[in-house]
């Protein structure tokens, strides 16, 4: 998963920098050292932008999700959990005639 988010990443990040490239060779800007040294620079940014963001993407998007499902399955284990609608000892054992 974290290699195709890095593919992917990189891909979209680098295309608007191809493809500036190629539209500026046949124009004077793409004879100019400013325009290779700030695509230089893009290409850089880009790069270290895509190996930096999978990791973090993987981190906002799934962990906090498989926390909380862990937690849940440690409460469940522990008998602390419910879900709504169903028997609450804490709460419904009175109503079904037995003490708490």
């Known amino acids: 998963m974290k290699y195709r988010l890095l593919v992917v990443l990189l891909m979209f990040g680098m295309l608007p920098i191809v493809v500036m490239f190629i539209a500026a060779r046949q124009t004077p800007l793409g004879l100019s050292r400013e ?53 609450r000892p804490d709460r419904d054992a009175a109503c079904c005639g037995e003490a708490a």
């Open 35 to 87: 325009f290779h040294s700030t695509m230089a620079i893009g290409v850089m940014v880009t790069s270290l932008a895509g190996l930096i963001s999978p990791g973090l993407i993987r981190q906002w998007l799934f962990s906090n999700r498989i926390q909380k499902m862990k937690e849940f399955c440690q409460s469940v284990k522990d008998g602390s959990s419910y879900l709504e609608g169903n028997f």
